[in-house]
C-alpha cells in the first residue's frame, strides 16, 4: 500500500517562494511527480524525480529524499495564475500508475 | 502541442443508464488510464490499459466498468448502470514507452448521475 501526505491549503504573497512538501510511504515506487491542477481542469506535469537531489524548472523545482520518504515542490516569483492545487503523486508498479495525494490548495495574494 | 482529448466535457444520465466515455490518447502513446475524481476529492486510479488489455486494475473498478480500445485512436470507459456515486470527473491519459514516463491528461468528462 502506500500513504501520501501533503498541506490541505497554503497562501503565499504574489513575488514570494513557496515550498510544498509531501511525505509518503510505499512499498514500491517508481518514481515522484509533481501536477497542477486549476478548478475545473485537468491535471498537468510539473516535474518528478527518480533519484534524490533538486530538479529545476525554471521557476519550479522538485527535491527528493527516498530515504527519508520526502519531496517538496518549491516555487519561486509567484504570480496570481501559480494559484492552483499541486498534486504530489507516486509512480508504482510495472505499469508506472500514478497514485495521487489529496493536493494542497494554494491560493496566491497580491 | 499533442493533447489527449476527450468527449463529451459533461453528461447527465439517470441513475441505471449506461454511459460511454471516451479518449483519443496522442498518437505515439502506448500505455492508457482512466482516473476519477469526485467534486473536492483526489484524483482516483481506475484502470491502465496495455497491449489491448488490462494491465492494472483499482478497487473501484468492478463489474460496473470496462474498458476497450475500438479501434487505433479510440479508448472507451463503460459504465453499465450507473450509480449515483458514479457522479464524478473523469480524466483519461496516456503515456509513451520512454523516457520520464509522464502522463499527460485530457481535459476530462464530467458525468452527473440522476
Known amino acids: 500500500g502506500q500513504n501520501i501526505d501533503q498541506p490541505t491549503e497554503m497562501t503565499a504573497t504574489e513575488g514570494a517562494i513557496v515550498q510544498i512538501n509531501c511525505t509518503y510511504q510505499t512499498s514500491g515506487f517508481n518514481g515522484l511527480f509533481w501536477y497542477q491542477q486549476h478548478a475545473g481542469e485537468a491535471p498537468t506535469f510539473l516535474s518528478y524525480n527518480v533519484l534524490d537531489g533538486l530538479e529545476e524548472k525554471g521557476r519550479f523545482s522538485s527535491f527528493l529524499s527516498r530515504s527519508k520518504g520526502y519531496s517538496y515542490l518549491l516555487l519561486k516569483e509567484l504570480q496570481m495564475k501559480d494559484s492552483a492545487s499541486y498534486l504530489c503523486a507516486l509512480a508504482r508498479g510495472g505499469y508506472n500508475k500514478l497514485i495521487f495525494g489529496a493536493g494542497t490548495r494554494l491560493a496566491v495574494h497580491p | 502541442e499533442p493533447e489527449v482529448t476527450q468527449t463529451p466535457s459533461h453528461q447527465v444520465t439517470q441513475m441505471g443508464q449506461e454511459v460511454i466515455l471516451r479518449c483519443v490518447p496522442i498518437?505515439?502513446?502506448?500505455?492508457f488510464y482512466w482516473y476519477r475524481q469526485i467534486l473536492g476529492q483526489k484524483v482516483e486510479f481506475l484502470v491502465s490499459f496495455y497491449n489491448n488489455e488490462i494491465s492494472e486494475k483499482s478497487e473501484i473498478f468492478d463489474d460496473q466498468f470496462s474498458v476497450e480500445r475500438p479501434d487505433g485512436s479510440n479508448f472507451t470507459l463503460k459504465i453499465r448502470s450507473t450509480k449515483l456515486e458514479d457522479s464524478a470527473m473523469y480524466f483519461c491519459a496516456s503515456r509513451q514507452n520512454s523516457g520520464a514516463n509522464v502522463l499527460t491528461f485530457g481535459a476530462g468528462s464530467r458525468l452527473t448521475v440522476l
Open positions: 498518437s505515439n502513446h502506448l500505455y
